[in-house]
């Protein structure tokens, strides 16, 4: 009766504290409303940053571009590597022929018009070229509670947070989806900022369109802490309700 009664005391919190009231999850969007054919799509320009890998192609009007185009491109990607241009710890990529050019901070116009300015003056080595600029290493890093965790490699040059949670299989039910934290370098800076994915002003937020590099967090929520919680407590519970009915079991065996 003793071990009978030591076994409700032990089980009756414990149902109690796994009964605890659950608040509702928030869902993506939840407070967009329909603003069909009101709202202008703004993308932000990419600007280079460290370590990035670029693709640049120059393409003229000569009438032996195998010769004359060919010893300003490198190749883009191979068996052996990435290929293309590695803007450095300084910001700079060495160009063949031209020297050393500044990459840091421009975005990809910005960059054609300098490499085609030095094509052009003060010596024209290439008639009217052509400048063209895409990135070989676009990357987005997504940690925290998603279902796949990991770096996710974008094909194109335009993302946005929702695509890339998509990517990563959704937020899970214990993160938080109104507090979604980006890292992002900005023209040699590292910034964090926070987007709130249940937000009607989502589509307004300067971390909406993501940029290369960036790492998006999401973080657990209390629910998650406090599951884990309980998850230790039902643990040892169960633990000492075993102990006390192998000892009740004995007791009943010997007595």
Do not use: W
């Not at 409303?33 to 940053?49: A, I, M, Y």
């Not at 052996?80 to 421009?106: C, K, Q, V, W």
């Not at 070989?136 to 890339?164: C, F, R, S, W």
């Amino acid at each position: 009766m003793k071990f009978t009664r030591l076994f409700f005391l032990l089980a009756v919190p414990l149902y109690l504290f796994s009964c605890s009231t659950q608040k509702k999850t928030p869902y993506y969007l939840e407070n967009v409303v329909d603003t069909s054919g009101r709202e202008e799509v703004k993308v932000p320009e990419l600007r280079f940053q460290k370590n990035d890998m670029l693709c640049i192609q120059v393409y003229s009007l000569s009438t032996k571009p195998e010769l004359s185009d060919a010893i300003y491109n490198l190749p883009c990607g191979s068996t052996s590597g990435p290929g293309g241009f590695l803007i450095d710890a300084h910001g700079n990529i060495d160009y063949p022929r031209l020297g050393t050019i500044h990459a840091e901070g421009m975005t990809k116009q910005e960059l054609a018009a300098v490499i085609k300015k030095r094509l052009t003056e003060p010596v024209e080595l290439l008639k009217d070229p052509t400048v063209i600029i895409r990135f070989l290493n676009y990357k987005i890093t997504v940690l925290g509670e998603v279902a796949q965790q990991g770096v996710i490699t974008i094909p194109g040059e335009k993302v946005n947070i929702l695509e890339v949670v998509g990517l990563a299989g959704g937020i899970t039910d214990f993160g938080k989806k109104n507090t979604v934290k980006i890292i992002r370098e900005n023209n040699g800076k590292r910034e964090v900022g926070y987007i709130d994915l249940t937000s009607k002003d989502v589509f307004q937020s300067p971390y909406f369109n993501l940029m290369q590099n960036d790492v998006v967090l999401v973080e657990p929520t209390k629910q998650k802490a406090r599951q884990a919680e309980q998850s230790i407590v039902a643990q040892r519970i169960t633990f000492a309700l075993s102990l006390i009915t192998s000892a009740a079991f004995i007791y009943n065996i010997f007595k």
